[in-house]
């Protein structure tokens, strides 16, 4: 069977979901084309980051979500596949003779119906918070789970990095949860990399320098970071998550062998500390985790095959 020609649609900035979902299909040996509005700069961060731009193959306005007739023509070449990647852009309308499949990436950012639009006009409804699909299902929506994952090119560990902190939170959105647990390990005297706009292969760099990876969700969604702090060998230390149940069941990640995760700052600092006055303890869990997230091939490769699985693409 021959490669698909992927048509994708998503905002592109530096740094966005789609640019790992580009990458895992060109991976996979697919022609890819992209559309959708240029930005240089990203929203949470006044880091230069424009060394980092993701230019789509056509470029479009970012004042409207345009018609599902008035994309295909701007591709190089007839799609396939139509993979949207939907993080508050969308396609308006049915492609027709082209199955159409949308990924949901931020249902705890948006009202509960938001999505209901976007899945209204698709053949493959993605969604990669698990827990945030249930109202979607309850009206026949069948929507599909596909978590965030890591990407093995950017997300890596190197046994061989300087450590020069212990806690590494690499975020632009501080949430009072996120200060506050900040402000609890400063006082417990951690040294802790916070910092924003460190995309890629810089973020990379700062979180193998680090012991934990800190995750403090903003809605019980289980971050990106989550994944890519196993990739990084860390001891990936999150708030419990929604989706965390259904990790443990299909991926074989749970909490106590593979990370650790609390519920409070009292709890996040006293596992903190654990890891510190514990470490050959906390680097079998780092180990494990690391082991496990590549074992159960959590990749934004994998999550891409199962696109195109089902959409018919992949054997």
């Given at each position: 069977m021959r490669k698909p020609i992927i048509g994708m649609t998503y905002l592109h900035y530096p740094m966005s979901v789609?640019?790992?979902?580009?990458r895992a299909f060109k991976r996979l040996g697919c022609e890819v084309y992209s559309a959708g509005p240029f930005f240089d700069t990203l929203p949470w961060t006044n880091r230069d980051v424009k060394k980092h731009c993701d230019y789509p193959d056509a470029v479009m306005a970012d004042t409207s979500n345009p018609l599902a007739e008035k994309v295909v023509p701007l591709f190089a070449k007839r799609p396939d596949l139509i993979v949207q990647v939907d993080a508050g852009y969308r396609i308006r309308g049915r492609f027709e003779t082209i199955p159409n499949a949308v990924i949901a990436t931020d249902p705890h950012a948006f009202p509960a119906n938001y999505y209901q639009d976007s899945f209204r006009d698709a053949d493959l409804h993605y969604m990669m918070q698990a827990s945030y699909s249930k109202p979607m299902m309850a009206i026949g929506i069948p929507v599909r789970w596909l978590p965030y994952a890591f990407d093995p090119?950017?997300?890596?560990?190197?046994?061989?990095?300087?450590?020069?902190?212990?806690?590494t939170m690499i975020t632009g959105l501080m949430y009072p949860e996120r200060i506050q647990a900040k402000q609890r390990l400063e006082i417990e005297r951690f040294s802790i990399f916070?910092?924003?706009?460190h995309l890629f292969d810089e973020g990379t760099e700062k979180y193998n320098q680090g012991i934990i990876a800190l995750n403090w969700s903003s809605r019980k969604d289980l971050p990106m970071r989550f994944w890519e702090g196993l990739a990084y060998h860390n001891v990936v230390l999150t708030d419990r998550c929604w989706d965390l149940p259904l990790v443990a069941e299909q991926f074989g990640i749970k909490e106590g062998e593979h990370y650790l995760a609390f519920d409070t700052v009292d709890e996040m600092a006293e596992k903190a500390k654990w890891v510190r006055d514990n470490r050959h303890a906390a680097e079998?869990?780092?180990?494990?985790?690391?082991?496990?997230?590549?074992?159960a091939l959590?990749?934004?490769?994998e999550r891409a095959k199962q696109i195109l699985r089902d959409a018919g693409w992949w054997e």
């Open positions: 789609g640019i790992f979902f580009k090119e950017m997300h890596y560990w190197n046994p061989h990095a300087p450590k020069t902190h212990f806690v916070n910092e924003s706009g079998d869990i780092a180990a494990k985790g690391y082991a496990q997230v590549w074992s959590c990749t934004y490769t």
